[in-house]
């Protein structure tokens, strides 16, 4: 992956690019890692070889992007989106990154063709409005997570019009990254169901 960064006003946001010709996967990170923990993931390289754009974003304040300095991060993903020009593209984020994602979807999906989120934090801030999400979500989870109940993952898919749930079992919060074959699959299969432009 090539390492890039670009300037939303005067803060710098770090991210690593994988170019490919179809539907861009934007992956996000979790509250103790960054960009750096998808380098080598199945995931990445299987899409990337089957030409999809990849970008494994540092979010404000972590890693090497700055912090986010008095701007929310709805204004951020908008610069972001705008700079990247991204649009009809898939959003991942596990965890911390899968509660922004959350938070990003529901603002407004028009850009978003699809939305990952692995047991996304503070799920109970969301199941009021995430009905205003209207594309296809895929929902992973570990079966032995300890930090965000599997139980929340059937409560998010109640309230979610177009989705599809994906239980690993016997792993824990970071399921993505102990199941990375399956993981990868799981994931590569939902955009091939759902994306325009596959």
């Known amino acids: 992956m090539q390492e890039k960064t670009l300037n939303l006003g005067d803060r710098k946001v770090f991210y690593r690019e994988i170019e490919g010709a179809k539907t861009p996967v934007l992956f996000l990170h979790g509250k103790r890692f960054t960009s750096q923990d998808w ?38 993903f908008t610069e972001l989106e705008t700079k990247l020009n991204l649009d009809n593209f898939c959003l991942v984020g596990p965890s911390f990154g899968g509660k922004i994602a959350l938070e990003r979807a529901i603002k407004g999906d028009h850009k978003l063709s699809g939305l990952v989120v692995i047991a996304p934090a503070e799920v109970d801030n969301y199941l009021h409005v995430i009905h205003k999400v209207h594309i296809p979500v895929l929902i992973v989870w570990g079966e032995e997570d300890k930090v965000v109940p599997v139980e929340y993952a059937s409560r998010l898919a109640a309230v979610l019009p177009q989705r599809e749930v994906h239980i690993i079992r016997g792993r824990g919060h970071t399921c993505y990254f102990e199941e990375p074959e399956l993981y990868a699959d799981i994931v590569i299969n939902f955009l091939h169901r759902n994306m325009q432009n596959k």
């Open 39 to 76: 380098l080598g993931q199945k995931v990445i390289d299987k899409l990337a070889a089957l030409g999809h754009r990849v970008i494994a974003l540092d979010l404000p304040g972590y890693g090497q992007s700055d912090e986010l300095n008095g701007l929310s991060f709805a204004d951020f």
